[in-house]
């Protein structure tokens, strides 16, 4: 399945001395880019990107990926300091990461974060280079009726597995749901739920959402703490602990190869992404642990199986890229954008015509994974110390610089009451034992359900029993009623116990 004369030829392009130090500096930036709240990968890529005008199309391109890779490592990193994901697909790794980070594992946290982080990233670029044409096979089979019935299947097992009621789990899917639909749609064009507020016409800013519902609530405790680590520290930063958090990684292997291939394939289907993959990781983790495991209260395996679904989508995404031209997130559009600034047109014509560049890109994001480990150690060393930083100085700064990254989302004012709102939002839900995770959930998706919706019924509504004429669907509704079902007739047997 490999060519390997194009192969060959790729590897020459890679011999380039400019390629090392695009890796290294993008990589850095990358890092940074994830670890400040509000910035995303696509805000750093958009950054970036002029600045690949009078480079060669191999470099420009290596430095994107670089940007890409180490954004979506550098937001695992805040997850667990403070609890609040620097980008959107570290938001499972708060679950289990921010828990060890107050237990004062916080080096031990980083050093599984980083590990799995580089493992689900070679796993994901190693599958891409041997099974790109199957996989894009593959994607090519999801139509509408698919990408429906596999986000309500997202929707009903993070509503299952999160929270202690599963109709309050529901109930924050769906007001998700509800908020995703403001904006002007896709579909027909309307502007819907905005109030006459133009701001609101296109959508929510997804990113201010999540950082308020999880930064916010934090932040109101902290600042009943002295800091954020309640243990008795008596150094802030251990590299040797950084080394047992690798070690740890490694010893969970069934989790991190479940999660790296479920990555791969999530990275595949446009608009599901790293977020989609990391929490279906952590939920079948979950559903998989001992009895000894406590998963939510500082569990490793819960940080393995988020960071290595949440790297290895890149392989996934980046192949759906290169066969199809289909940017499967905002990140991958930017990276799109670089593709055609210097004249290449991704596609089947790409692999065709330029089957050297598109190896030799594969395998210098597999060379940017190694450099990630040596780079993300160093960063989390010296960042680790931010556990330590009194409250009384941590929370100010943390409110200036969340809000001036609002601000800096759109440079709009709007943006900025977006996010105490969401965070409001998210103190209240906290209160009352609504799970964040399923209002995040409908929010990430809601949109997507709307367009999938929206075609589903365009090309089914005269003929229903086509549905029985596609397999994947038919796997997908089984999934969602054997889910429900066993979610019911646990809580008839929790009921029967406890009456």
């Known amino acids: 399945m490999i060519d390997w004369g194009s192969l060959a030829k790729g590897l020459l392009l890679l011999a380039d001395w400019q390629i090392p130090l695009v890796v290294a500096a993008g990589m850095l930036f990358g890092l940074i880019v994830g670890v400040i709240p509000g910035m995303t990968s696509a805000l750093g890529l958009a950054i970036v990107l002029p600045l690949t005008f009078k480079m060669d199309p191999f470099p420009a391109l290596m430095l994107l990926t670089s940007v890409y890779t180490g954004a979506l490592t550098g937001g695992g990193i805040l997850a667990i300091l403070i609890n609040t994901p620097g980008t959107p697909g570290a938001v ?14 916080h080096n031990e946290a980083l050093g599984i974060q980083i590990t799995a982080s580089v493992i689900g990233g070679l796993i994901g670029y190693l599958v891409l280079l041997l099974f790109i044409q199957p996989m894009v096979w593959l994607a090519l089979q999801f139509g509408p009726s698919e990408m429906l019935f596999l986000t309500i299947l997202v929707l009903v097992i993070v509503g299952v597995l999160e929270g202690k009621y599963l109709s309050r789990a529901l109930f924050a899917g769906l007001l998700g749901l509800m908020l995703a639909t403001i904006g002007t749609s896709t579909a027909t064009g309307e502007a819907r739920g905005t109030f006459g507020i133009d701001a609101l016409e296109d959508g929510l800013p997804l990113v201010l959402c999540i950082i308020g519902m999880f930064a916010i609530p934090e932040l109101i405790q902290l600042v009943s703490r002295r800091s954020i680590s309640e243990a008795d520290l008596e150094r802030a930063h251990d590299f040797g602990k950084l080394a047992a958090g690798v070690g740890t990684t490694f010893a969970a292997w069934r989790t991190w190869l479940r999660g790296s291939f479920l990555g791969v394939g999530i990275g595949l289907l446009p608009a599901a992404g ?31 199986a988020a960071e290595s679904a949440n790297n290895a989508t890149e392989g996934g995404a980046m192949g759906i890229l290169l066969a199809l031209g289909i940017p499967g997130s905002a990140s991958t559009a930017v990276i799109l954008g670089g593709f055609m600034l210097h004249g290449l047109v991704p596609g089947a014509r790409l692999l065709r015509d330029n089957g050297p560049f598109v190896y030799a890109l594969v395998v210098g994001n597999i060379f940017q994974m190694l450099v990630l480990g040596f780079f993300t150690l160093l960063v989390a060393y010296y960042v680790a110390r931010v556990v330590l930083v009194p409250s009384r100085a941590l929370v100010p ?38 799970p964040l995770v399923s209002l995040m959930i409908g929010l990430f998706l809601g949109r997507q359900l709307d367009e999938e919706f929206v075609r589903f019924r365009t090309l089914f509504v005269d003929n229903p029993a086509a549905l029985l004429e596609r397999p994947i669907s038919i796997v997908f509704i089984v999934l969602i009623l054997t889910t429900l079902a066993l979610q019911v007739r646990r809580s008839l047997r929790a009921r029967r116990a406890s009456g």
């Open 274 to 304: 790293a977020t989609l993959a990391s929490l279906l990781s952590y939920a079948m983790a979950k559903r998989r642990a001992r009895p000894e495991q406590k998963f939510g209260e500082g569990e490793p395996e819960g940080v393995v």
């Open 397 to 434: 700064i943390l409110i200036v610089v969340m809000t001036l990254g609002a601000f800096s989302f759109r440079n709009q004012v709007f943006d900025v009451y977006v996010l105490y709102a969401f965070g409001l939002l998210g103190w209240l839900m906290r209160r009352y034992q609504f």
């Open 92 to 105: 499972a790794t708060t679950f289990d990461g921010y828990p060890m980070a107050r237990k004062g594992l």
